[in-house]
């Protein structure tokens, strides 16, 4: 991913977006719909910036797999191995092997909440509702309460590898996707409904 020559080309695209807007419904919007906008925008933004930061990912998978191994070790008493490496053609990203004599999971980028973290905190910084401080606080609990789930998600992944095996595609790909994501509308509801409302109706 080229860094340097992306985010000027998604800024120029941008500019040129809101420019018509501006001169059409945009212009018709009040300044808090207007804020969610701007702040949605740089948003989208700043993740086709980051999305991809090897560094991040390799500590969140390694993090993820020993966290995931203790929570393994204390349900079961029994604590798994993890084997780290780079993953081929990767760009320096590594791959992580949690298993045992019979369970095995291996984690990469798309199991590490990465994108997960960012829309969650993403969602609560856009809308113009709540202070700068309440928006801190909610970013740490969204983040910290996903990190809980997606641990939680693997360690149940590993044992149903172990267990029932022929149930391992239905908990990855729906069940415990559904979870996750509806976990993180119940924070979001639980935001929008005790922060201070704003206007945000239609009117100018």
């Known amino acids: 991913m080229n860094i340097n020559s992306t985010p000027n080309h998604v800024l120029m695209s941008l500019k040129s ?31 086709i910036i980051i999305a991809d930061w090897v560094v991040v990912h390799n500590f969140l998978i390694e993090n993820l797999a020993k966290a995931s191994a203790v929570a393994v070790e204390f349900f079961t008493g029994s604590r798994p191995t993890i084997f780290c ?30 994108d997960l973290y960012y829309l969650g905190v993403a969602f609560i910084w856009v809308f113009p509702q709540g202070t700068w401080k309440r928006k801190l606080a909610y970013s740490m609990v969204i983040i910290l309460v996903l990190y809980v789930t997606n641990v939680l998600r693997v360690a149940g992944l590993f ?38 409302p704003r206007e945000f109706s239609a009117k100018a």
Request: glycine share 8%; with cysteine; aromatic share 18%.
């Open 159 to 196: 044992q149903i590898s172990k267990d029932h095996p022929d149930w391992f595609h239905l908990f990855h790909k729906t069940i415990f996707q559904f979870v996750v994501y509806a976990i993180m509308f119940i924070v979001w509801i639980f935001y929008l409904r005790k922060a201070k």
């Open 17 to 47: 977006v809101l420019s018509k807007l501006d001169q059409g419904v945009y212009s018709q919007i009040n300044s808090g719909q207007k804020s969610f906008l701007r702040n949605a925008a740089i948003s989208v933004l700043i993740w």
């Open 85 to 114: 490496f780079e993953k081929p053609n990767g760009g320096g990203e590594i791959l992580s092997n949690v298993r045992d004599f019979r369970g095995y999971v291996r984690i990469g980028s798309p199991c590490d909440a990465w």
